[in-house]
């Protein structure tokens, strides 16, 4: 029906609402005196199924459009019809004609016999049933005389999709109820349930008005508590309004709704309604079975025959009846493809409109919906139906709507349902509302149609959105976890904690981005302010631009509610919120400043001269398709381009952002960010920088972490002077009152430790597994000034030396037991998956963690190593030579030259003739400690020069570094064990590694270490945070040690090979997280390198 065709649509109304008073004044008849009307056109046949009728009341013929002047022709037809002949309607068999040049209409009326017809029929045996026999299966049932299963679904379901058609008896239509034994079926049938038909006049022609299935529709009107005169007292008392097509977008089908707006009329296609009749048995029993059914109740199928023009309809309740008014109206499936609708008055909304809205609802109405839409979408998939909506209305009226109670009685979520309506996080975009809801157009199949543009569609703008066109049981899934996410209960509702700007100093100075793209700003307390956290600090918090972070935010409110419940130690971790904060901000320099929302999060730099920071992105996978906003596309370039290339696919976790890297780092980044490489490969330097880190192993970036040795930098008039990266280092060396150095590394790395392992022991402990994808964890600590020695008395897990923060919630949700009991199955297997990625990532930064503490302070050193290399941009690295020298005894200094060896103990040689040794100039003396100190047994290695190593750079002089390990043997016993592989990779394991000479034939270092070991006593700490990570606080000291033996290979007797050390970290990792074992594989620990 053409938009534009107002002409005809209105004809055609005016007849469908003909053909409905038609069918009204037979059901009249039929009610009042159990009369059924029976109607045929001149030129057609007409019968009676033998049998159905008990006796023929009358017999008419004439025009529609005279009814005076219809004849009475029942003697001579009764005796036919009543025998079960077919007549031919005409003026010959009708013996006159009332009015000539008008087709005219055959009427009967008949009373249908009351007896029942009961049919049997043996196990292989075919049953033949009469056209639309389906409507008048009263009941049916199979089996042997023992044991009968009701299969009058069954049997009705065959007959709908097959009509006329014999039905085999088989147990693959009805089951098996009586294994190896010979079964019947047994039917009662009753033959007057037929279909009916109205013929109505259009000028000389007649149109046919059809009642599809009204035998079954009239059961179903019974189920759902509508009566059929109450139904047609709607539809033909006014007239219908409407006639327009659907007002959402591209079906092209018409609505037209009762004058009392209780029913739609609603066109639909042939497919549909095959589709409908075929399950409108099980409809039916669903229906009955579920009373709060969200389903629209389809109450009638009608058609029109109208000059060759066809029209089908179908007349349902309106889930909207009662609305005051409409506010605005969504037509929501779940996915993403061609749903978004330009705003305008009266239209209906989609998916991508409401993209920012969220429907919180009292707890037990939200858990109440999420049960009925999994069932009912359940019922959906099971008859192979998808495509269908959720229709959203919402009447923004303050919740003072008083519920419909007439439209309740479809279902109690229907009607009117008191909500909140959100559109953000902040009061102003929460607001009170009336919503009605109701699930439409639930007749579309999986066809072939469909079929065919799922291949095309997922091959194209799949790839950016989630098309529509997918199989059932995806299709429910997916439309029941966009339900799961929409529509929450109060409880879940995040209201943002808004502050005022007063406390603080404005406007509030721009900071520089940490790796992501949120701006940051400094928020400074005002002398005098009253918060509790400007008494500790004035620069307590810091400032993150809201407009980045919207999702982040919804995260950290919910936090907030579950701070110290039960199951939530794990969010003690998590970076320390206060709220959001609406003040000036200075967004660019030289610019007046403007009014940011900037979310205030603990200030990670507050306290400390230079902070130096690691961001470390955890997780796998750090995009996933559809989650959060996420695109196919762009979860696959991200995974692909990003995930796969960098320590997320080594270790499950990589570096996105290093703040305040000491100078090794910088000298490293130098070579790879050389003018004529960003030429060559068209990167800029900054993305070359970030590849690196995120290419950085844990053991690595910890390396760095720690580093806190200085890097002399040669002066213009000859000589060197300390580098500026370590202000701290200036002071008076050893100071009393200070730790040095190695103490302060130690008890860094130890604090992390502690942090990491208390973490895990929270995390084990979470009530429901969490989708944290693309967060990361903070380490921080000073580097700028070394500690009080003070520290030393607060005691494990107090030191107070460094923070650990969880942070970055903008792709995570807080997944609570409620929420994770309505997800799907595959849904909740999903989360499983992404917390145990979480879960090993977190395992494995502790895991090596704890292998580069035990490599660099567990054991008494009596060796130390140096291992020179040749840094190259794009291949491994070049081995140059190692020397193996005993540490220092009775504290005398050992210094020297020292011949380079290769790994087999051969002199490293160099030259043309290949005549010159390779030789390393080192200092190797005690350092004495502070008494009170937690290490023992420490010494200072300091490395002078290189000279004589062989070229391996083809076009210029090597890229020159050192690496610098302990080891507990004696320097014999380390040089025989270097021929080994799993020794060499030791030799890198715990390495701290000088600054990069570049281009420089013999460079110069002069570049300090300290080494040291625990006390006995120092131990425990350590002890007992890996008691905490493995759940076991009550195991004893000794038993820890020797599970901690078994797991860490440090010695040059004790290496493992990649396969023990592989074994050893998923031990670990499986004390850490049991149960989750199968998705933490370690990738070997150099393959980033």
Known sequence: IGSSDVGGVAARKHRIQEGLRRANSARDEYEKEGLINWEGGEGEYMELPRGSVASLVGAAYGACDDESGFVDVLGRVEKDLMAGNVIKISNDTMGKDPKPGTRKVLRVKYRPASARINITANEGQDVHLPPHAAEGILSASYGDGNTQKDITLELQGALLIAPGKPVRVSNELFGDPAPGKPKMLSVSYDPSRTRQAFKLQTSKELATFGLVAPWLFRDLCSTVGVTMKSLYASLVDEELTGGEKEVSGKSGEVFWFSSDRKFVLKTIADAEIATLV?????????????????????????????????TQFVVMNNIFEGAPHMDVMYDLKGTTEDRWVDPEPGKCLKDNNFAETTAYFDDDAATGIHRTITSDTKFLEKQGIMDYSLMVAISRDGGKFQRNLATARFSKFMGG??????????????????????????????????????????????????????????????????????????????????????????????????????????????????DPEAQLSRNYWIGK????????????????????????????????????????????????????????????????????????KIGQVTAVAGWQGKSALSAWMQTNTIDAVTNSAGQGFRLEGFDSPPETLHTFEELLTEQKLLKTTAVSAAKVKRFNLQRMTACQFVSYFLDLHEVPKAKAGGGYTSSSAS???????????????????????????????????????????????????????????????EVLTRGPGKWGVSRLHIFDWGRSELNLPQAHARLEADQQVERQKYWSHYCGAIGKLLYDCCNLYVSRYWHAKKTVAFTVWDKDQFTPDDFLGTVALPMPANGGP????????????????????????????????ALNLIPGSRLEGAATVKIHKIENCPKKDTMSPNDTFVEVTAFPEEPAVVKEGIKRPEVQSLLRLGAHLTSLKIDIAAPVFEEEFELATLTEEARKPLLRALATAFGEERASDADVQSQMNSLFHNTVQGAANEQKASSSRNTFLTKCFPGVEATLSVASSHSYR
């Open 278 to 310: 075929r399950m409108l048995p099980e409809y039916t029993a669903y229906l009955a079975a579920n009373p709060d059914s969200m389903l629209t109740r389809y109450l009638g199928v009608f058609s029109l025959d109208d000059n060759g023009i066809s």
């Open 894 to 925: 050992s210094a020297g030259t020292h011949e380079l060896s290769t790994y087999t103990g051969d002199p490293v040689k160099s030259g043309m003739l290949r005549g010159t040794t390779g030789t390393i100039q080192a200092t190797v003396s």
């Open 727 to 789: 202000a701290g280092n200036a002071l008076p060396y050893p100071e009393p009152g200070l730790l040095t150095r190695v103490e302060t590394q130690e008890l860094v790395l130890l604090s992390s430790i502690e942090e990491l392992a208390s973490l895990i022991k929270a995390m084990r402990e979470v009530q429901a597994p969490q989708q944290w994808i693309g967060s990361s964890v903070m380490f921080c600590f000073d580097c700028g000034a070394r500690p009080s020695r």
């Open 417 to 530: 349902i008191k909500g909140t309506e959100a559109h953000g996080v902040t009061e102003d975009t929460i607001q009170e509302v009336t919503y009605f809801i109701g699930m439409v157009d639930m007749l579309v199949t999986y066809g072939w149609k469909k079929v065919a543009a799922h291949i095309f569609k997922s091959s194209t703008i799949g790839i950016n959105e989630e098309i529509d066109t997918v199989a059932p049981d995806r299709y429910a899934s997916r439309f029941r976890a966009f339900v799961g996410i929409k529509v929450r209960g109060v409880s879940e509702k995040c209201v943002v904690s808004t502050l005022g700007a007063e406390p603080f100093v404005t406007p509030m100075p721009a900071l520089g981005r940490s790796g992501g793209t949120a701006a940051f700003f400094k928020a400074t307390y005002r002398e005098g302010a009253p």
């Open 545 to 616: 631009d809201l407009a980045r972070a919207k999702d982040e935010v919804a995260f950290y409110e919910v936090a907030k509610t579950l701070q110290g419940a039960e199951g939530w130690d794990v969010l003690k971790w998590m970076t320390p919120y206060k709220g959001v904060c609406r003040c000036p901000c200075e967004v660019k320099a030289g610019e007046e400043a403007k009014p940011v929302d900037v979310m205030l999060l603990r200030n990670g730099r507050d306290g400390y001269h230079t902070c130096r920071m690691l961001d470390v």
